[in-house]
């Protein structure tokens, strides 16, 4: 792990806003693959479009599965997350983009999921300082489904790369979001970056 006087403290994600919701992630000399919304990567993104948004935003903390993972060593505040723990997605609320506890009576995702993406979430700091309007809600680094498959708006990656990304982030480090092709921007891929999309199995999970 870093030393904690030295944590890289930009996360960079370079995605297309529109062909493929496919891109690279990077952070003190190492990369992911990773992918985006659906919607693409948005400046205007609002709540249901399904678009990631572009800019710098700070990363609050972790959730993740304690009957599924064992959480490394990191340096945001992590908790446990149970089957009780959802998110508000509803605008009228006054929880609106907030952890709450289910069920209620307000729009919400759950955060204890069968699928998988939620063993390990990182928080982004999006439309939170405070929630306003309809901008979005629930903009998170969770884990990416087998195909790598657009999200809802978060960014996902293959799950022993988020366990390694969790350990080189903390409380300064802030995600920049930008909205190019990543085939324009980054390295290029070495086979083994390519095997990840080609031969998935169940053990990628």
Not at 38 to 49: F, I, L, Q, T
Request: proline share 7%; net charge negative; charged share 30%.
């Amino acid at each position: 792990m870093s030393d904690p006087q030295i944590l890289p403290e930009t996360l960079i994600v370079q995605a297309d806003s529109g062909e493929t919701s496919l891109g690279w992630a990077s952070l003190g000399g190492r990369r992911w693959r990773c992918t985006v919304g659906a919607g693409g990567v948005r400046e205007d993104k609002v709540e249901g479009d399904a678009a990631t948004p572009a800019g710098s935003f700070p990363l609050r903390r972790i959730y993740f599965r304690n009957d599924r993972l064992v959480l490394p060593k990191v340096q945001l505040p992590a908790r446990a997350i149970n089957e009780h723990d959802g998110w508000c997605d509803d605008p009228r609320s006054p929880t609106y983009n907030r952890l709450v506890r289910i069920p209620n009576d307000w729009g919400h995702e759950k955060m204890w999921r069968d699928d998988g993406l939620y063993d390990l979430v990182v928080v982004v700091g999006y439309n939170d300082d405070p929630p306003e309007g309809e901008w979005g809600s629930a903009i998170f680094l969770h884990i990416a489904r087998h195909d790598y498959s657009p999200t809802q708006g978060c960014v996902a990656f293959k799950r022993e790369d988020l366990l390694e990304l969790v350990t080189l982030i903390g409380p300064e480090t802030k995600i920049n979001v930008l909205s190019i092709p990543a085939n324009e921007t980054a390295p290029a891929a070495k086979d083994d970056d390519m095997k990840q999309f080609e031969d998935f199995d169940e053990q990628d999970w």
